[in-house]
């Protein structure tokens, strides 16, 4: 189970430390929110940034979440800037078989991601393709939103189709994650879990994590088929 906190929740006057902080409370990745006004309502910020942090939290994973209209200018300059894995939305349709293959060209992860009003079907074509399938919980663009129940059926269908055609992609869950939608979130088969607000916003980070991570340990389906 990994838990990855997300630096848009983060005191924007000191990222450094921020990041330094999440790596010594224990988080497995950090997640970077880039939005660029255009495909979400909201400007974050951009690969000299993510540069600026990288030094600060050697350990760290970073996940960076695109959530922008034109991803393909994009990724060069945050694989140089030190990310370790580059999310693209499903959402921009014709150009996502092309953005992959450039992802995995630049030697990155690969993260595939869809928003809720999106039918999980969509992603179905490139399953085979990525090592992470994020299903937003939230309509993209701002931390400290409510969480989206009805999101819950879309994590069971990737876990189906995960299990069912034995591909290995880590399943990420995004928005209003908190000890409770965690535990929800497990149940319905996610192993990887962004928080912002719900970490960064905790003067004593390192419990937060450790609380959060023992939920999802706690709530994962495998782990209960063990028991019985
Ligand atoms: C929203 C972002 C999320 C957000 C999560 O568009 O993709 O990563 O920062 O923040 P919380 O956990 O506060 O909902
Ligand atoms: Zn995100």
């Known amino acids: ?13 000191r990222l450094g430390k921020e990041a330094e902080r999440a790596e010594r409370a224990g988080a497995d990745w950090l997640h970077l929110d880039i939005m660029d006004g ?9 690969p000299a940034v993510v540069a600026a ?4 939290a050697k350990k760290l994973f970073f996940d960076v979440h695109l959530m922008c209209g034109k991803p393909e200018i994009l990724l060069e300059p945050f694989a140089q800037a030190g990310a370790d894995q580059i999310i693209v939305h499903v959402e921009l349709g014709e150009k996502v078989p092309q953005l992959l293959w450039k992802i995995r060209s630049l030697g990155k992860k690969v993260g595939l991601a869809v928003n809720p009003p999106t039918a999980i079907t969509a992603v179905q074509p490139f399953l085979g393709q990525i090592d992470l399938l994020l299903v937003m919980t939230v309509n993209p663009g701002f931390g400290g939103q409510g969480f989206i129940h009805e999101c819950l059926p879309k994590i069971q269908q990737a876990a189906a189709w995960r299990s069912g055609n034995k591909l290995s992609y880590r399943l990420e869950v995004d928005g209003g994650i908190n000890n409770q939608t965690v535990a929800e979130c497990a149940r319905a088969g996610a192993d990887t879990f962004v928080a912002g607000t719900a970490l960064f916003s905790k003067r004593n980070m390192g419990a937060a994590v450790k609380q959060m991570r023992k939920m999802a340990h706690d709530n994962d389906p495998a782990l209960a088929d063990l028991k019985v």
Do not use: E, Y
């Not at 630096?7 to 924007?12: K, M, Q, V």
């Not at 255009?38 to 951009?46: E, H, L, R, T, Y």
């Open 38 to 46: 255009q495909f979400v309502p909201n400007i974050s910020f951009g």
């Open 1 to 13: 189970m990994i838990i990855a906190p997300s630096l848009l929740a983060a005191d924007f006057t």
């Open 53 to 56: 942090v990288r030094p600060h």
